[in-house]
């Protein structure tokens, strides 16, 4: 049974700082491709930090160089480290998960809220 977590949101000022988590059970991350989603209101989901086909990190331009997506492997955790938070950053993040196989995310954690003031 597949299970992601995420956690970490809040509110914080522009030019501020968050960490997300995304805790995963039944699932490894050999088997599994996983990455970080955001949704704003009235927009559509965008994948924020995402594997790329040769395995590096695909990040959205708009959070290059300014977010990290990083693994605890000991405790199965997904991490994505924001800094410089602009208040187009605020939205619902989503820690997601695939099998290696499939084409779309099929698994996701309930969200987490991030709210950045100017």
Known sequence: ?????????????????L????????????????GWFRQAPGKEREGVATPDSDGS???AYSVKGRFTISKENAKNTLYLQMNSLKPEDTAIYYCAARRLWQRSYSYWGQGTQVTVSS
């Open 1 to 17: 049974q597949v299970q992601l977590v995420d956690s970490g949101g809040g509110s914080v000022q522009a030019g501020g700082s």
């Open 19 to 34: 960490r997300l988590s995304c805790a995963a059970s039944g699932i490894t991350y050999r088997s599994y491709c996983m």
């Open 57 to 59: 990190t695909n990040y």
